[in-house]
C-alpha cells in the first residue's frame, strides 16, 4: 500500500557504484520502466512517495503524471 523509492539525484557527480550525470532523457528513459513496475504494484489505494531534489523534479514530475494519473497528484 506504500511504496517510498530515493532514485539518484542525476546531480551530475559520480560516484563509485553508479553515474549520476545522466542526460535527462537518458535518466527518465531508466525511470519510466521502473515507475511502471512499481505501478502495478502499488494497490489502487496506495501511494507513493519519491525523494527526489529540485534538479529533476520538474522532469519526474510529468512521467509520474502519466503513469500514475495527473489527478493523483497530492503535494
Not at 542525476?10 to 549520476?20: P, W
Not at 528513459?29 to 502495478?40: G, V, Y
Not at 519519491?50 to 500514475?68: G, N, P, S, T, W
Request: glycine residues 6%; proline residues 4%; aromatic residues 14%.
Amino acid at each position: 500500500k506504500c511504496i517510498y523509492i530515493d532514485p539518484p539525484y542525476n546531480t551530475g557527480n559520480a560516484f563509485e557504484h553508479y553515474d549520476d550525470g545522466l542526460e535527462h532523457s537518458e535518466w527518465l528513459s531508466l525511470m519510466k520502466p521502473r515507475l511502471e513496475l512499481l505501478r502495478n504494484l502499488l494497490k489502487s489505494d496506495g501511494i507513493i512517495y519519491v525523494h527526489i531534489d529540485d534538479y529533476e523534479q520538474a522532469y519526474l514530475r510529468v512521467i509520474m503524471d502519466e503513469i500514475f494519473g495527473r489527478d493523483n497528484f497530492i503535494a
